[in-house]
């Protein structure tokens, strides 16, 4: 099993910034793509970006440009920076992995899932 704990949620203000983390635990070693996710109210989940076990990112189309994701294998840890903010970028933030070497961007191909945390933008 793996677990998976996210922080740095909050309120930003519009054009503000946030870093999220994201804390793996357990069976670390059968993991082998981490992404974030998110989900607005009445939307659905939907992919942000994901990093393999070699460091190979992939944005979402929409999210490339602002949205950074990166991993600090020493700490078992995928972070995700967002910068410049958009009210629309407001929804809550997961964290997921899978053992797969190759996934698609559909939420069910992950494995394990964190909690969520909760980001909103507004003034």
């Known amino acids: 099993q793996v677990q998976l704990v996210e922080s740095g949620g909050g309120l930003v203000q519009p054009g503000g910034s946030l870093r999220l983390s994201c804390a793996a635990s357990?069976?670390?070693?059968?993991?082998?793509?981490q992404a974030w996710y998110r989900q607005a109210p009445g939307k659905q989940r939907e992919l942000v970006a994901n990093?393999?076990?070699?460091?190979?990112?992939r944005y979402a189309y929409s999210m490339k440009g602002r949205f950074t994701i990166s991993r600090d294998n020493a700490k078992n840890t995928v972070y995700l920076q967002m910068n410049s903010l958009k009210p629309e970028d407001t929804a809550v933030y997961y964290c997921?992995?899978?053992?797969?070497?190759?996934?698609?961007?559909?939420?069910?191909?992950?494995?394990?899932w964190g909690q969520g945390t909760q980001v909103t933008v507004s003034s």
């Open positions: 990093i393999n076990s070699s460091g190979a990112i």
């Open positions: 997921a992995a899978v053992r797969s070497v190759v996934v698609d961007p559909r939420p069910s191909s992950y494995d394990y």
């Open positions: 357990g069976s670390i070693f059968s993991i082998h793509i």
